[in-house]
């Protein structure tokens, strides 16, 4: 969806990602961003309708989508021939008390030399999602009415690309 479709939408919310129960199924949602809309749901086994991803396909979603930019970013600001970046994220908790592990598999393709393909490595430890997790976050939650819930002036709008080059910064 592109911003003025999303604008055109009454319930579209620039700045803030909603998500809203569908009634359809047990647990498929809307997710409505800036720009895009998509279901996430759970399994068929486990009483959903497999209708879209589940929570924890988006979190190792955004870490992989997260890596893999910063991995273009950076290389596009050295002049490294990358082709191509591919990141798989699987996402693990051993007992509901555990800590979640996240494993992420990046493959580089293109004519990057051994040092290169070292430091892409190292950038992708510094993009702002897997930051994100590896520190934990603050959560607030408060009863609201819609459209209740304020950001700062500034938005969210380009943060995320603000914190992408700060992790390309040398």
Same mark, same amino acid.
């Given at each position: 969806m592109t911003r003025e479709?999303?604008?055109a939408r009454p319930d579209a919310d620039l700045d803030a990602v909603t998500v809203t129960e569908t009634?359809?199924?047990k647990f498929q949602v809307e997710v409505l961003t800036a720009?895009?809309?998509f279901l996430a749901d759970e399994p068929a086994e486990l009483g959903g309708l497999g209708s879209g991803p589940n929570p924890y396909d988006l979190l190792a979603a955004a870490l992989g989508a997260c890596t893999t930019m910063t991995l273009r970013l950076y290389a596009e600001r050295k002049g490294w021939p990358l082709k191509r970046a591919t990141v798989r994220v699987l996402?693990?908790?051993p007992t509901p008390q555990g800590r979640d592990r996240?494993? *992420?598999e990046v493959t580089l393709e293109g004519a990057l030399d051994e040092d290169q *393909?070292? *430091?892409l490595l190292e950038i992708a430890a510094k993009c702002p999602v897997?930051?994100?997790l590896e520190g934990g976050s603050d959560i607030i939650t408060v009863a609201a009415?819609? *459209?209740s819930l304020e950001l700062p002036p500034q938005g969210r709008g380009g943060a995320h690309l603000r914190d992408m080059e700060a992790a390309c910064r040398d």
């Open positions: 479709a999303a604008e009634g359809v199924g720009g895009a809309s996402h693990s908790r996240f494993a *992420r *393909r070292a *430091r897997h930051r994100t009415q819609p *459209r």
